[in-house]
Every structure is written in structure tokens, then in C-alpha cells.
């Protein structure tokens, strides 16, 4: 029994109990450039890589704001990511019309998952191929979820979705006990260094990457290019040395910093095509 006789409709389901349609979705979101988020008690800090099919094209726009409180970072089809993101758009213009009160982050999260899913039931329609890091703050607090194209969500301290992005999660998994009280710089901080990690090699700038930030009395908006270059020449990201303060070990004299700094494996390979 082949694969392609049962990748043909999206509610076909295959002998393993496997529907492929949503799986090539779901690949479609890891060869998307890269986009991570990671929240504290009061801010969450979005971030994506910029990529541009040429030189002479400009990158595609990978961070939307939905609402004051609320913003998403995208990794897949960025035409499916716009499109969702109007949808979350007027959703939160409904809302608020009608009661008068933000949207909390978690109904307009099972909202999108509930859009989603119905893709994956209907032999007319496809797939998103995309994924969505939401991030929003609302009465309950800050909040962070993925958006995955078969309809699942899940709610994440930090994450890491897109091309090579298994580098940026390793990076995060080390740190990720530190960020519930973690400041608004020390978050731009870790954030800036785990999108290093999915460059393999290349300068961070901030020509390739955009950084978003929503939190307690700060509503959701997207730091300007200067502002990156700021912080990234601040915390020394251009240079070649990772953050000293990664390993959180007693202080003693032998020279213990070296051997972890190599300890975030890169994907291998390139994204096949620029989303």
C-alpha cells in the first residue's frame, strides 16, 4: 500500500490511521522561516526571522498584531497567516463591541483551532499550512500558545516553530526556568539569542529579524530597526560568544563556560523554499 493512495483527500484516512493532507501541512510549517515566542508574569516577547526571496525583494511580514493586547508570530504560507490574522482581527472587533472588554487570549485561541479543524473534514478544503505563536495578555495574565494546522493548540512558556528551529527550543529548554521572572530586557535578551541559534552561522542584524512585545501597560507593537540594533550591539548577539550566563553554575575557577556553549545543535539543511 502506497502513501499516494491515501494523500489524494483530507478525509481519507490511511490503514495506520494517518490523514497525510494535514501532515504535509504540518511540514509546511517546519520549512517556513523561523519565529519564537517565550512570556513572563507580565510580557511576551514575539520573534521571527526575515527572509527574502531575492535581493531585490523585501522579507514578507511574519509578525501581525490582532489587538492591543493580542499579536501572532507565523511560520508556513504566509497568505494562510494573513488571512487568519484578519480573521482574529474581526473577532476581537466583535467582541469588543459587543461586551465592551478585551477578547481573553484562550477563547479567541480555541476559536482559531476550532477554524482550523474543520479543514481537516471537509473534502473541499485544505489544510492551513501554517502555524501560529499567539501571544496576548489579558485579566489572567500573560499567555502564549501554538496554533498547529490540524487544530491542536497548546499553551507554551517558550517556543520555537519553523525552519531549524530545533536549535532555538534547545536554547529555550535551558533557560526556560528563568522566565516567569524575567524582565522585559532580560526577555528581548533571550529571545534575540535563541533566534541566533536557527541563523546556522549567519549575523544577526536587524534587517533579518523583527521582535514584537506586548505586556503591562504596553500595548502590543513592533520594535523598530533601530531599537534592535540597539539591543543586539548591547548584548553583543553580532559578536561570535554566546551569553556567559547561560550555564547557571556555582562560581568556581575552572574554566566550566566552554564546553556549553556549543551545546545547541542547528537543523541541518535549508528551508526548501522561502514562506
Not at 527574502?52 to 507565523?74: P, R, T, W
Not at 548584548?235 to 551545546?263: H, K, L, N, R
Request: charged share 25%; proline share 4%.
Amino acid at each position: 500500500m502506497f502513501r499516494n493512495q491515501y494523500d489524494t483527500d483530507v478525509t481519507t484516512w490511511s490503514p495506520a490511521g494517518r490523514l497525510f493532507q494535514v501532515e504535509y501541512a504540518m511540514e509546511a510549517v517546519k520549512q517556513g522561516s523561523a519565529a519564537i515566542g517565550l512570556r513572563s508574569k507580565t510580557h511576551v516577547i514575539l520573534a521571527s526571522v526575515n527572509k527574502a526571496n531575492s535581493e531585490l525583494s523585501s522579507h514578507q511580514k511574519k509578525i501581525f498584531k490582532v489587538d492591543d493586547h493580542i499579536g501572532v508570530a507565523i511560520a508556513g504560507l504566509t497568505a494562510d497567516g494573513r488571512v487568519l490574522s484578519r480573521y482574529m482581527r474581526t473577532e476581537c472587533i466583535n467582541y469588543s463591541y459587543s461586551y465592551e472588554s478585551p477578547l481573553p487570549v484562550g477563547r479567541l485561541v480555541v476559536q482559531l483551532a476550532d477554524k482550523a479543524q474543520v479543514c481537516t473534514q471537509r473534502s473541499w478544503k485544505r489544510p492551513y499550512g501554517v502555524g501560529l505563536l499567539v501571544g496576548g495578555l489579558d485579566e489572567s495574565g500573560a499567555h502564549l500558545y501554538y496554533n498547529c494546522p490540524s487544530g491542536n493548540y497548546f499553551e507554551y512558556q517558550a517556543f520555537a516553530i519553523g525552519s531549524r528551529s530545533q536549535a532555538a527550543k534547545t536554547y529555550l529548554e535551558r533557560r526556560f526556568d528563568t522566565f516567569m521572572d524575567s524582565s522585559r530586557e532580560s526577555l528581548l535578551k533571550d529571545a534575540l539569542f535563541a533566534l541566533r541559534e536557527t541563523l546556522q552561522g549567519e549575523k544577526l542584524t536587524s534587517s533579518n529579524c523583527t521582535v514584537a512585545v506586548v505586556g503591562v501597560g504596553e500595548a502590543f507593537h513592533t520594535l523598530d530597526k533601530e531599537t534592535i540594533q540597539a539591543l543586539i550591539n548591547e548584548f553583543e548577539i553580532a559578536g561570535e560568544e554566546a551569553p556567559a550566563e547561560v550555564p547557571e553554575q556555582p562560581a568556581t575557577d575552572e574554566p566550566a563556560a566552554a564546553p556549553e556553549e556549543g551545546g545547541a545543535p542547528a537543523d541541518q539543511g535549508a528551508a526548501p523554499m522561502d514562506m
